[in-house]
T-cell receptor, first 106, second 112 residues
Framework: GIQVEQSPPDLILQEGANSTLRCNFS?????LQWFHQNPWGQLINLFY???GTKQNGRLSATTVATERYSLLYISSSQTTDSGVYFC????????FGAGTILRVKS | KAGVTQTPRYLIKTRGQQVTLSCSPI?????VSWYQQTPGQGLQFLFE???????NKGNFPGRFSGRQFSNSRSEMNVSTLELGDSALYLC???????????FGSGTRLTVV
């Protein structure tokens, strides 16, 4: 089945810093999403981005489907950005990476 | 538009019992899928339903089952609970191919 690898596994930032999270996947996919899991466990959809680039405020994402990777950029990080970020891809089912734990310090 | 609603939010069950979890998708969404999240195994796919038909199933024992009703609401059932079934169970709905998935708040199941 499809393998999804996320890096880095852990990231500690000072408030105001920028960061890049990476997602590599092993096969062609029909769908790629980035999620932020809040402290209560809910997965919040950040981007649906099977290809191309999208931006939403301080967050942006780029997927290069032909090279099988996606990047999530967080600019001017805030403490509320802390949490776990997941990449998930859909071949015939939704497969998640192990996540990146982000801690933003004030 | 109401989001994906999962009930109950928290549940404590005894080993050997069975449990039923419920998921109401976003209005108009016909695809519902279920996931188990544990610290050791991460987020794992359980099954996906579309228009009352199971479209795909993950690698879980037969104790895990699900169904979808004509109004797209879905339930999953776990029989003969084991301690290892303690997890956060997440449900997601989608409008179909070409659309993303929206997740509910989850049901946190503790088996004692």
């Amino acid at each position: 089945g499809i393998q999804v690898e996320q890096s880095p596994p852990d990231l500690i930032l000072q408030e105001g810093a920028n960061s890049t999270l990476r997602c590599n996947f092993s096969d062609s996919v029909n769908n790629l999403q980035w999620f932020h899991q809040n402290p209560w466990g809910q997965l919040i959809n950040l981007f649906y981005i099977p290809s191309g680039t999208k931006q939403n405020g301080r967050l942006s994402a780029t997927t290069v489907a032909t090279e099988r990777y996606s990047l999530l950029y967080i600019s001017s990080s805030q403490t509320t950005d802390s949490g776990v970020y997941f990449c998930a891809v859909y071949g015939n089912k939704l497969v998640f990476g192990a996540g990146t734990i982000l801690r933003v310090k004030s | 538009k109401a989001g994906v609603t999962q009930t109950p939010r928290y549940l404590i069950k005894t080993r050997g019992q069975q449990v039923t979890l419920s998921c109401s998708p976003i209005s108009g969404h016909r695809s519902v899928s279920w996931y188990q999240q544990t610290p050791g195994q991460g987020l794992q796919f359980l099954f996906e339903y579309f228009s009352e038909t199971q479209r795909n199933k993950g690698n879980f024992p037969g104790r895990f089952s699900g169904r979808q009703f004509s109004n797209s609401r879905s339930e999953m059932n776990v029989s003969t609970l084991e301690l290892g079934d303690s997890a956060l169970y997440l449900c997601a709905s989608s409008a179909g191919e070409g659309y993303g998935y929206t997740f509910g708040s989850g049901t946190r199941l503790t088996v004692v």
